[in-house]
């Protein structure tokens, strides 16, 4: 028992790390952290992050492997939609097509570049990392910023999602009540999916986990997600980055765990020679997860205009750093084969928190980017001890 | 009989589930070139390492005696500094620099703070007319040829005083010229009062140039033949080298149908991916019937792992022509996909580092090359994965606490077995199975000629690579006997004896 309690807080770490990490600000902000208003924007703030982290994931898994252009991307791409949307006056669809297209193109190239041509990924990457900005910002013909984008644009990525049922004012406070009923509906569904899960397992006769482990699962996933909608309602509903973050995590997450094609991306990290032995075109998938980025990042381009509703010369500035961070936090392996989508979600949370927090505080920013910078180092250096402890002989 | 130089006492050495060396004795006089003869993987290279301190004191039991003392070597430092030396058979020489760079690696020449480089160049020249180079040892080494590089070696032991020079297959890479000069070239070191050790497997060079022979095989010295009292003929040498009983180490196979020829190729020939003037094979024609063992003999480096991937979709070389028929129908297999659409499987004699991924779990490896046939709509079932990787487990009797265990945590012979599970699973009806009990340990070897067995029982047809006679011999129902990228020899496996194979490699 005692082993087994250990076993799961070993495998838990970084969840239990980023609880203590809310309740310690939590504490230091004199409740401040737990504001529902701080819910809100711990979502709108990062919802980038976890987008970027998502494609980035997919290309550590290949071996380590990182893109450094995708900040840099998100400048040009905004710059370029901005410029349809907003001095040639097309529709926001127009814009927004015409900005997948350029993801699109941009992550064929890189991906036949990386792959093909064998080129290390941070090279090709650090050229575009380099030429990106300075080709949208020449694009901008000196201005800092192209603004402001349809408004139609900036609600669909980062309005609320409006209140249809019509919540209870209890105590002067509107409660959002969408919010409540969505959290209820996902409890649900989660709760469903898991006992399901032991079902199937128990009626096939496989080992399965214990009903107290799937129960005591139960009980923490329903309130942690609770927690969201209950401070979500109070801050006047859902916003709809989250919508957006949520659905590609949804994908992302099925796409590695559940598919062939997402085991490959492991597999190639794990031993790239022998995954090819075994018929699997590896190039092929290498190609994939940097097209995969480009067009993620042109997602994460949507969610930074909305959110300053415009297209800056410093958008995305540093984005490529966050999202590494994000996932090498969160337990995704700098040489690649290891690392889930919701390990990354721990990651981005975790820095978010820890961003969050510190400017609650009126922690000097500088003294924030030496933080930073010790927890990452940190949650490596625990990564690889850890590991070590159960090396492969 | 001169002074003893170096005595190795009832070396032994174990590596996880194999013991390497069993009790080994190797006596060396002063000034003499001794020889060590033996297969492959009988242990010449292991016992080479415990004396220049590759494997520290302490990973072995027995006694080093060099020069009158019992020397504990901790790092390859400490025997050099006793003027033991060590000739690797890769060359570990560094393309990019130059002869005197790479002479003085690790040996710098001048004082801490700075290489004195007049010094060092002027020492590197010094020492490469010693070995008979005119080069200048500001040449880089990519600009040399190998017969070159390998004297650089020399030379570059040389600088480190050497008074015992090991050398590992020596002349492996070069050619008959190049090899010459370097055996005359320890000739008349030897004249100058230099020890050597010799490896090789070209008996003709070893009568040529040693004074004395000892015979390693299976991780036990067997005999030392000294060249004025016992016969050093290479049919004598030969004889010593595989002369075991043959016992009841490999399973019975009990009527097993023999029947069409399930693959063919003819005239099949592979250039080398990178230097692609260098043909790997050469114009090789082979045949493997349904419910046969196929047996392909010779030695490392002679084109049959090259042979075995380039048919199994292209997966190696260059320029790769000649016919392949499966069934009797010509096919052409554009990629390692279409390969194992074709119902062919290669398990590989790498399986670390090319055939398992070992920080997976076994039931992972055991579906990676089929796993499409678990999907519907691109998702796994994993249930079902769970249950294909228990059957295998299972059948093949793998060793391990639940099929989620990551194969790096298993022993050599249980991985070997994910392996072939893995391949199994493909559904294969010709298996080319290289070196397949490469570093496991007796019984687990016995359990894998089982599964071939069952293999062949099954209607399947299987080729088996391997350096090991004995098992080449116990296992196939026709063997091949291949060398320098040609087939030169077949015969059937009644027929066959390991005296036969070794002269048929050893005289081509």
Redesign the interface.
Same mark, same amino acid.
């Given at each position: 028992m005692g082993d087994k309690v250990l076993k799961v807080l070993k495998e838990n770490t970084m969840l239990i790390v980023l609880v203590a990490v809310v309740l310690f600000f939590n504490f230091t902000t004199k409740g401040m952290m737990l504001q529902p208003s701080q819910f809100n924007a711990l979502i709108t703030q990062n919802a980038y992050v976890y987008v970027l982290a998502t494609g980035m994931l997919m290309c550590m898994l290949t071996g380590g492997n990182i893109d450094l252009s995708c900040g840099s991307f998100v400048c040009l791409v905004g710059v370029i939609g901005a410029k349809v949307m907003v001095e040639k006056q097309m529709p926001v669809i127009v814009g927004v097509l015409v900005m997948l297209i350029v993801g699109v193109i941009y992550g064929a190239l890189l991906g036949a570049i990386i792959a093909y041509v064998n080129i290390p990924p941070w090279i090709a990457t650090l050229a575009g990392f380099l030429a990106l900005r300075g080709w949208g910002v020449a694009l901008m013909n000196g201005a800092s910023n192209i603004s402001p984008l349809p408004v139609s644009f900036s609600t669909a990525f980062t309005g609320k999602l409006n209140d249809l049922l019509g919540g209870p004012v209890i105590g002067g406070v509107q409660y959002n009540m969408t919010s409540i009923v969505v959290g209820i509906i996902i409890s649900i569904v989660a709760v469903f999916l898991l006992l399901k899960g032991r079902a199937t397992k128990l009626k096939k006769g496989y080992q399965a986990d214990s009903l107290l482990s799937v129960v005591v699962k139960c009980v923490v996933i329903t309130a942690a997600i609770m927690l969201f909608a209950y401070k979500l309602s109070l801050a006047g509903g859902i916003p709809f980055a989250l919508l957006w973050v949520a659905a590609i995590v949804v994908i992302y997450s099925f796409i590695t765990s559940m598919t062939d094609f997402g085991r490959y991306f492991y597999t190639i990290g794990g031993n790239a020679e022998a995954t090819r032995l075994s018929g699997i075109d590896t190039k092929k998938i290498m190609f994939i997860a940097y097209l995969n980025m480009a067009v993620l990042t042109v997602v994460s381009a949507f969610l930074t205009m909305g959110r300053f509703q415009a297209a800056n010369s410093t958008a995305g500035t540093n984005y490529e750093m966050d999202a590494i961070s994000a996932c090498v936090v969160g337990g995704v392996s700098a040489y690649g084969g290891s690392g889930t989508v919701f390990g990354m979600i721990i990651g981005a949370t975790l820095i978010g928190v820890i961003n969050l927090g510190m400017s609650l505080m009126g922690i000097d920013a500088n003294w924030q980017k030496v933080v930073k910078g010790v927890v990452l180092l940190g949650a490596v250096v625990f990564e690889i001890l850890n590991n070590k402890k159960n090396a492969v002989k | 009989m001169g002074k003893i130089l170096l005595e190795m006492k009832s070396i032994t050495k174990e590596f996880?589930g194999v013991k390497a060396l069993d009790n080994v004795n190797l006596q060396v006089e002063e000034g003499e070139i001794h020889a060590l003869v033996g297969e492959n993987g009988a242990g010449k290279s292991t016992l080479m390492n415990v004396l220049s301190g590759i494997y520290p004191f302490g990973s072995y039991t027995g006694d080093i005696v060099y020069n009158g003392e019992v020397c504990q070597f901790q790092k390859i430092k400490d025997s050099e500094e006793k003027g033991i030396v060590i000739i690797h058979q890769e060359l570990a020489l560094i393309p990019y620099m130059s002869i005197g760079e790479n002479m003085f690696l690790g040996n710098e020449q001048g004082r801490k703070s700075a290489i004195d480089w007049d010094k060092t160049y002027a020492e590197a020249d010094k020492y490469l007319r010693m070995v008979g180079l005119s080069e200048s040892s500001r040449t880089l080494i990519k600009d040399i040829g190998v017969g070159k590089q390998q004297l650089v070696e020399i030379a570059k032991a040389l600088a480190k005083h050497a008074k015992l020079l090991i050398l590992d297959e020596p002349t492996s890479s070069l050619n008959e010229t190049d090899s010459k000069a370097l055996l005359d070239l320890l000739l008349k070191f030897k004249q100058e009062g230099m020890t050597s050790i010799i490896i090789s497997h070209k008996l003709n060079e070893v009568s040529y140039v040693a004074d004395k022979i000892t015979v390693i095989r299976d991780g036990s010295t067997i005999e030392t033949l000294d060249k004025n009292v016992d016969d050093i003929s290479e049919d004598r040498i030969i004889k010593g080298m595989v002369g075991r009983e043959m016992t009841d180490r490999f399973p019975k196979r009990n009527d097993v149908h023999i029947g069409d020829i399930a693959m063919e190729v003819k005239d099949w020939t592979v250039y080398h991916p990178q230097f692609s003037e260098r043909k790997v094979v050469d114009g090789v024609s082979m045949n493997v019937r349904k419910g046969e063992v196929v047996g392909i003999a010779g030695l490392m480096g002679a084109g049959r792992t090259e042979l075995a991937m380039s048919i199994? /979709?292209k997966?190696y070389g260059t320029n790769i022509s000649g016919q392949l028929f499966l069934n009797g129908q010509e096919v052409q297999l554009k990629?390692? +996909?279409d390969? %194992?659409k074709h119902k062919l499987a =290669?398990v590989?004699e790498d399986r670390k580092? &090319? /055939?398992? %991924?070992?920080? &997976?779990p076994i039931k992972?490896n055991t579906t990676?090359?089929n796993?499409?046939s678990?999907?519907s709509h691109?998702?796994?079932d994993?249930?079902k994965e =769970?249950l294909v990787a228990e059957d295998y487990r299972d059948k093949l009797k793998t060793k391990c606490p639940t099929v989620e265990q &990551?194969v790096? &945590?298993l022993s050599g012979g249980n991985q070997q077995k994910v392996l072939l599970a +893995?391949w199994m699973f493909a559904n294969p009806d010709v298996l080319i199975l290289d070196e397949p009990t490469r570093g496991i340990d007796v019984g687990a070897k016995y359990e894998i000629y089982c599964i071939i067995n069952d293999l062949v029982a099954a209607g399947k047809s299987v080729i088996m690579i391997s350096s090991e006679l004995p098992e080449v011999l116990g296992m196939s129902d026709r063997i091949y006997v291949m060398n320098e990228g040609k087939m030169v020899g077949e015969m059937s496996g009644a027929e066959a004896s390991q005296e036969s194979i070794m002269s048929c490699i050893l005289k081509s």
């Open positions: - | 996880p199994f /979709g997966a990629n390692i +996909k390969a %194992i =290669y590989t580092g &090319n /055939g398992l %991924i070992l920080s &997976n992972v990676l090359a796993l499409s678990l999907t691109r998702v796994i994993k249930d =769970y &990551n790096g &945590n +893995k």
